[in-house]
């Protein structure tokens, strides 16, 4: 049976999205796992400033995909530009990223809720986007390369950010080991749309690809109750009825049929930069 690509199903989105503590939960797991990779928004930071004409004096900068705003801040505190702009579309993701942004200040910073497909900017008003781990949302990224394109200044950047088709394939293997999904190891990965193997070829389109990166991360999570915490919302598995949502109950699946260790799992990082042609088709 066909199994429906979560990330590229419109119908799951308020699912995986709904509840910016499902994201983040995920997120600050991965997170406390991390023990090699530089953390993503630094890197970009580092690949502006290596490739941009003007790193110093930047106007406007769009941040796609920006989630909880993590990355948009860091543009805005690192660079400095004139002004950031996150867009996602997940209400409840911009409405979080609003609140946390609110206790920071000095920042010029605004969230958007808008489609990456149509970005409701002005053609050729950004110096600089940034799209971090969303392309891969898309049965057609290609598209909403060209559409970061047209916002894009003559000359301005895109930094593209997305990860191997078999990351974390060591929690595949835990996943059907315990029995919590069986096919797991046989899921399409949920990057196929938009991974480190296809990006720049993506991007080579419309934008001039100026510089390919990938980077090695890895992660140990300390235990089951850490493992459960990335699990339990985790789309790309079919947990059985009461687990989903529940990282306790989840943990305590794995309990009871697996010895409770460590795990360590990697993923390679794809970071892609281009600029602008300078024309419009």
Not at 38 to 49: G, S, T
Not at 195 to 200: D, E, F, P, V
Not at 228 to 257: F, I, Q, S
């Amino acid at each position: 049976m066909s199994i429906t690509n979560p990330f590229l199903d419109p119908s799951r989105q308020a699912e995986l999205y709904g509840h910016a503590s499902r994201l983040a939960g995920r997120s600050n797991a991965l997170l406390r796992a991390k023990t090699a990779g530089r953390p993503v928004p630094d890197a970009f930071v580092q690949l502006v400033r290596a490739h941009h004409h003007r790193p110093d004096r930047l106007g406007l900068v769009l941040d796609v995909g920006c989630g909880r705003g993590t990355s948009s801040m860091a543009l805005a505190e690192q660079l400095r530009p004139r002004h950031v702009i996150g867009l996602d579309a997940a209400p409840a993701l911009i409405e979080q990223a609003r609140r946390r942004a609110r206790h920071v200040a000095g920042l010029h910073l605004s969230f958007l809720r808008g489609d990456f497909h149509q970005v409701p900017l002005p053609t050729s008003s950004c110096d600089l986007v940034v799209a971090a781990f969303c392309l891969y949302h898309s049965t057609h990224p290609e598209t909403v390369i060209a559409e970061l394109d047209r916002v894009l200044l003559p000359e301005g950047l895109a930094v593209l950010v997305t990860k191997d088709l078999d990351s974390y394939r060591e929690m595949d293997e835990l996943v059907a080991a315990a029995g919590l999904d069986l096919r797991a190891t046989g899921h399409e990965s949920l990057y196929v749309s938009a991974h480190g193997g296809n990006l720049a070829a993506l991007a080579s389109p419309s934008l001039d690809v100026l510089h390919t990166e990938d980077e090695k991360h890895s992660f140990t999570f300390d235990g089951h109750d850490h493992v459960a915490e990335y699990l339990a919302t985790n789309p790309k598995y079919h947990l059985p009825p009461g687990l989903y949502g529940d990282p306790g109950a989840v943990a305590a699946a794995l309990r009871g049929v697996l010895p409770d260790r460590p795990l360590t799992t990697q993923s390679v990082v794809t970071f892609v930069v281009a600029r602008s042609r300078g024309g419009r088709s």
